[in-house]
């Protein structure tokens, strides 16, 4: 069984950082894409970043330039840092395995979701 359990959401700042980590268990964890998604209240879930197997990346719009994803596949666990913060980033941030190596393959796998809070 995949369990996939996050950490490091919050209450920041505008302007502040925060890394959420993401910690796997049940697969072998490099043969698969991972990504972050986040979902505001009232709002639809959507993909704010992905890393394919080999650690090629990509990045909704609205973060590029300010969050990194990363993946270390001997702790198992994918990490997504991010930078100046703004209140619109404020969401439900959920881990995500996708069943194979690109970030395109379908979901399959969920975490239960970490609260990331952006106010002053």
């Known amino acids: 069984q995949v369990q996939l359990v996050e950490s490091g959401g919050g209450l920041v700042q505008p302007g502040g950082s925060l890394r959420l980590s993401c910690a796997a268990s049940?697969?072998?964890?490099?043969?698969?894409?991972m990504a972050w998604y986040r979902q505001a209240p009232e709002k639809q879930r959507e993909l704010v970043a992905a890393i394919n197997s080999g650690g090629r990346t990509n990045y909704v719009d609205s973060v590029k330039g300010r969050f990194t994803i990363s993946r270390d596949n001997a702790k198992n666990t994918v990490y997504l840092q991010m930078n100046s913060l703004k209140p619109e980033d404020t969401a439900v941030y959920y881990c995500?395995?996708?069943?194979?190596?690109?970030?395109?393959?379908?979901?399959?796998?969920w975490g239960q979701g970490t609260q990331v809070t952006v106010s002053s």
């Open positions: 995500n395995r996708k069943a194979g190596t690109s970030w395109s393959s379908p979901s399959d796998y």
């Open positions: 049940g697969s072998i964890f490099s043969r698969y894409a």
